[in-house]
């Protein structure tokens, strides 16, 4: 996506940000507080150890999520949301919501 794009566009610097099978889960993952790497792979199992790694980048890059590493052996590295990554929970929460309220109805049909 341009830059121009995603500065004069809310929609296209949300999806800038969003977009990606995985970040919607990491975030997920992320509302109930700082994780490892290997406690992010353990609840999404289905992911990559490669896509997870490139779409932390990617969410830490766009300033959504924090990165904090300790200078130990073996290393350690948490990710945490950043303080503009908690401003996504009113809206994960909500497409939480949403998502619910989709599966029941396709239940019900």
Known sequence: MEK???????????LKVL???WKLLILFSLEGGTKRFNELRREIPEITQRMLTTQLR??????IIIR???ACVPPK????LSPIGKTLLPVLENLK??????????MQK
């Open 4 to 14: 121009k794009i995603v500065e004069n566009c809310p929609i296209g610097a949300t």
């Open 19 to 21: 977009s990606g099978k």
């Open 58 to 63: 990617e969410l830490e890059n766009d300033k």
């Open 68 to 70: 904090k590493v300790y």
């Open 77 to 80: 590295v948490e990710y945490s």
């Open 97 to 106: 919501k949403w998502g619910a309220c989709y599966i029941k109805k396709l």
